[in-house]
């Protein structure tokens, strides 16, 4: 069947290192790919989104690059920083089922000091 | 403060009683949205709503309802609760045309037993 967001469940990485946090999916029929970041005890935050006919967007010390090709997403945090530790998760919206969301497993990052 | 919040936190309660988790909002967000998360899963929508009497099910609705009054509240509704519904759950809001940027809810983590 069609797999959403499959993470890596697991990231390490030092402060003021680069972060690179990836999503694989298998359905071709989204029209956005938007990363939420969750820290212990909230619920997700939104980070920044990107419409399927993109190749790369950037935030503020983000970005998230698009390979529809392979079907890869992937969410970059330049120089990360203690508060960056949480769980990251990629979700889609697919045109076809209106404005509903499809929410991967996510990655938990965790930043050393 | 701009916020969604839920009630109560925490509800631990038996099968089969009725049960309502209420969700507001006061950013006079049109769309609103129910999510279960559960280990290994991600979350996953239940229901969402795109405005005042206008609901349409996710990916699980089975065995919840909802309803949209108001535009500010969302309530989630367990007629018959079962323990597979024990879970994490989370509201969240968002502008029109702005579905991807969804505001989160604190959460409501309910024990069925």
């Known amino acids: 069947g069609e797999s959403v967001g499959l993470h890596l469940p697991t990231l390490s990485v030092q402060e003021g290192d680069n972060s690179i946090i990836n999503c694989a999916y298998s359905n071709s029929a989204s029209d956005y790919f938007i990363w939420y970041k969750q820290e212990s005890g909230k619920g997700p935050q939104f980070i920044i989104d990107i419409r399927s006919n993109m190749d790369k967007r950037q935030g503020q010390r983000v970005t998230v690059l698009l390979n529809k090709t392979v079907k890869h997403l992937s969410l970059q945090i330049a120089a990360t920083q203690p508060g960056d530790s949480a769980v990251y998760f990629c979700a889609e919206k697919r045109w076809h089922t209106g404005n509903q969301f499809y929410f991967g497993t996510g990655t938990s990052l965790t930043v050393i000091p | 403060e701009a916020q969604v919040t839920q009630n109560p936190r925490y509800l631990i309660t038996v099968t089969g009683k009725k049960l309502t988790v209420t969700c507001s909002q006061n950013m006079n967000h049109e769309y609103m949205s129910w999510y279960r998360q559960d280990p290994g899963l991600g979350l996953r929508q239940i229901y969402y709503s795109m405005n005042v009497e206008v609901t349409d099910k996710g990916d699980v609705p089975e065995g919840y309802k909802v309803s949209r009054k108001e535009k500010r509240n969302f309530p989630l509704i367990l007629e018959s609760p079962s323990p597979n519904q024990t879970s994490l759950y989370f509201c969240?809001?968002?502008?029109?045309?702005?579905?991807?940027?969804?505001?989160f809810g604190p959460g409501t983590r309910l024990t069925v037993l």
């Open positions: 969240a809001s968002s502008l029109l045309g702005h579905y991807n940027e969804q505001f």
